[in-house]
T-cell receptor, first 111, second 114 residues
Framework: ETGVTQTPRHLVMGMTNKKSLKCEQH?????MYWYKQSAKKPLELMFV???????ENNSVPSRFSPECPNSSHLFLHLHTLQPEDSALYLC??????????FGSGTQLSVL | SQQGEEDPQALSIQEGENATMNCSYK?????LQWYRQNSGRGLVHLIL?????REKHSGRLRVTLDTSKKSSSLLITASRAADTASYFC??????????????FGKGITLSVRP
């Protein structure tokens, strides 16, 4: 148990659906991250939030919309996704410029 | 472009043997970290080595860093079946910021046979 919880663990959605991924941490960290993990590819950093403010958007398509209402919660809103968006989406939190704590991820399948 | 690149891509060893995994990177770093990922789970931090350090130990783990060669190695001694997982190196790039912006490699799949 890393202290970072992601829900749901698995999600299947059609290309016209709207869904949201949720992440919460109770570690008191000020920064939260979304990463995308696709097979045979390096982890891709998507978004970074620091004290609820977005500090990094790594050229992510607008069909992914993050939301960070407070330092403990992070959402990723999904709409009109493509099959190539199927991947494991990992949330992480951290305090300072060192190690990250990851959730177990949401395995997303887009049909 | 990919910063950290692990080698080999896959490694299979017998329980009790040592496992050595390598990582090369392209640009200057603040620190380099190794993470482990069990199948279908998130990544777990193993060890961090700063750019001014050459070697660190943590239990059965030994990591080295050679900044002149821009490379690092992770050694797991006396491996166990439970060490079976994917291992990733991640680099934290300058300038030193308030938060990590780690860049990960594709990972190494380690299989430890009982």
């Amino acid at each position: 148990e890393t202290g970072v919880t992601q829900t749901p663990r698995h999600l299947v959605m059609g290309m016209t659906n709207k869904k949201s991924l949720k992440c919460e941490q109770h570690l008191g960290h000020n920064a939260m991250y979304w990463y995308k993990q696709s097979a045979k590819k390096p982890l891709e950093l998507m978004f970074v939030y620091n004290f609820k403010e977005q500090t990094e958007n790594n050229s992510v398509p607008s069909r992914f919309s993050p939301e960070c209402p407070n330092s403990s919660h992070l959402f990723l809103h999904l709409h009109t996704l493509q099959p190539e968006d199927s991947a494991l989406y990992l949330c992480a939190s951290g305090q300072g410029p060192e190690k990250l704590f990851f959730g177990s991820g949401t395995q997303l399948s887009v049909l | 472009s990919q910063q950290g690149e692990e080698d080999p891509q896959a490694l299979s060893i017998q329980e009790g043997e040592n496992a050595t995994m390598n990582c090369s990177y392209k640009t200057s770093i603040n620190n380099l970290q190794w993470y482990r990922q069990n199948s279908g789970r998130g990544l777990v931090h193993l060890i961090l080595i700063r750019s001014n350090e050459r070697e660190k130990h943590s239990g059965r783990l030994r990591v080295t860093l050679d900044t002149s060669k821009k490379s690092s190695s992770l050694l797991i001694t006396a491996s166990r079946a439970a060490d079976t997982a994917s291992y990733f190196c991640a680099t934290d790039l300058p300038p030193t910021g308030a938060n990590s912006k780690l860049t990960f490699g594709k990972g190494i799949t380690l299989s430890v046979r009982p």
